[in-house]
């Protein structure tokens, strides 16, 4: 089992920035990689973006946010983080982090099996 824990979410201004935070606990050595995903009221959660550590270190990002945001690890701490700069309003949603066991494909939702509880990000215009 994984637990995941988000955090660093808040309100900002269309413009600014912030840092959130994904900290993994307990078999962590079965997870070898993670995705950040995002979901807005009546809409379906979408794939922000993620990394790959295993064999060296590879991100993703989706199209809606390359240049602007970007994937790191900490991997003492069992921890990655989502920078994310130059917010737009449709950047607002419940941000979510992901991990599981096997996951060929970061970008498919059905993939993972671990979940965090999600942190609020609002950019206002």
């Known amino acids: 089992q994984v637990q995941l824990v988000e955090s660093g979410g808040g309100v900002v201004q269309a413009g600014g920035s912030l840092r959130l935070s994904c900290a993994a606990s307990?078999?962590?050595?079965?997870?070898?990689?993670m995705g950040w995903f995002r979901q807005a009221p009546g809409k379906e959660r979408e794939f922000v973006g993620g990394i790959r550590w295993s064999g060296g270190s590879i991100t993703y990002y989706a199209d809606s946010v390359k240049g602007r945001f970007t994937i790191s690890r900490d991997s003492a701490k069992n921890t990655v983080f989502l920078q994310m700069n130059s917010l737009k309003p449709e950047d607002t949603a419940v941000y979510y982090c992901a991990t599981g066991s096997r996951i060929p494909n970061l970008r498919a939702v059905t993939q993972y099996n671990y979940w965090g509880q999600g942190t609020q990000v609002t950019v206002s215009s």
């Open positions: 307990g078999r962590t050595s079965s997870s070898s990689a």
